[in-house]
């Protein structure tokens, strides 16, 4: 849906700091109907202002394109998460399992109770930072999408966290976002996908149906309370699911309390040191790196061996996602046009090549 570049703003005092800036596809800026309701939105989504919430800096249009700018949160997402611990074997604790769904939810309740519905609660879409902070990103989006036409990779990934009135096409509320956070939770608990398709059966297929599958035992504490949370989450006709993210959220923190599974972002952010400390340390410098030939206007000079292959060209992890953001924050416009945002953006990449280069072949060596 969009393309995704890392990009620095500066203020007329030598103020700076560095925003993610998403630009929309021009397949689809051309779509009226997508661009308007993009923009419709966005005007709902302005005034989300919460700690578990994504900020937005800007929404903008420039030569006929229109690009999102917004809060840059250092880390990781879900889905990335959970692949990093998958291929260094570490199981992530369930008390920050129980965090993170418990700080998803906490973040949209207070968009339902503005009468927003995100529409794509989504493992892509929940971001964790260094420091343990949680964040839901990407409100909006989603109505836009139902005015453009996705590509099949694009439906896949949306109809794994469908509720079965949303794959229906029905009209959706704020439970069908506590049903994407439910499989979330439910996928957490277990390490397997929740809708899974036979051969040549279609994702979205399986999401009408919503067949929910019995949580496997893990031995945990008061384990029967907590998958009847999770049933509850999950139930097919809305009318008996959780009627409000915040029910949801009450009856987590109560187990958690009982159960001793209580964690804070303090300690998460710890455990994420403890575990991907020298990867998150290797991040920081290369960004470190890329800002430092951005405020000097300049790349850093780097001396190759003779005979050393070009190194491709590379994104951060955190960097590699699809999709559109839509928030527009009038009160704090900036001036920068989105051919400055780029030509920022640009640069970073250019630098954060190099960086990451040479940290690659400081590990050669």
Not at 105 to 114: E, I, T
Not at 314 to 328: D, I, K, M, N, Y
Request: proline fraction near 5%; charge should be positive; aromatic fraction near 8%.
């Amino acid at each position: 849906m969009a393309d995704i570049y890392l990009a620095r703003v500066e203020t007329d005092l030598g103020g700076s700091r560095r925003v993610i800036v998403k630009e929309v596809l021009p397949k689809h800026c051309d779509n009226p109907a997508f661009a308007g309701m993009l923009i419709a939105e966005a005007k709902l989504a302005a005034d989300l202002t919460h700690a578990n919430v994504v900020t937005v800096e800007d929404l903008g249009r420039e030569a006929g394109g229109l690009f999102i700018a917004m809060e840059y949160v250092e880390g990781f997402d879900l889905r990335e998460l959970c692949r990093r611990c998958s291929h260094a074997r570490i199981p992530l604790p369930i008390e920050f399992s129980l965090l993170m769904v418990m700080e998803t939810l906490r973040g949209l309740d207070y968009a339902h109770r503005r009468k927003l519905v995100h529409r794509d609660v989504s493992p892509s879409n929940v971001l964790i930072s260094f420091e343990g902070e949680v964040k839901i990103c990407d409100f909006g989006i989603a109505r836009a999408n139902t005015a453009s036409d996705l590509d099949d990779e694009a439906i896949r990934g949306k109809a794994g966290y469908m509720s079965p009135e949303h794959a229906r096409g029905e009209d959706v509320d704020a439970r069908a976002d506590v049903f994407a956070a439910g499989i979330i939770l439910w996928e957490l608990l277990s390490g397997k996908r929740f809708y899974r398709a036979s051969n040549g059966e279609r994702l979205i297929d399986v999401a009408r149906r919503a067949e929910v599958l019995p949580l496997p035992s893990r031995g945990l504490p008061k384990e029967k309370e907590l998958f009847n949370i999770v049933s509850r989450a999950l139930e097919v006709d809305r009318e008996v699911r959780y009627q409000t993210a915040a029910a949801m959220v009450r009856d987590l923190e109560a187990y958690a309390a009982r159960a001793r599974l209580l964690a804070s972002p303090l300690r998460f952010g710890e455990w994420l040191m403890e575990r991907f400390g020298a990867e998150i340390v290797e991040l920081r410098r290369a960004r470190e790196r890329a800002a430092w030939g951005l405020t000097h206007k300049a790349l850093p000079r780097v001396m190759l061996p003779a005979g050393s292959p070009i190194p491709p060209p590379v994104a951060p992890v955190e960097l590699r996602r699809t999709g559109t953001f839509a928030r527009v924050n009038v009160a704090r416009r900036t001036t920068r046009t989105m051919r400055g945002w780029v030509a920022y953006a640009i640069a970073i990449a250019a630098a954060m090549v190099v960086a990451m280069y040479c940290a690659f072949q400081a590990g050669a060596g």
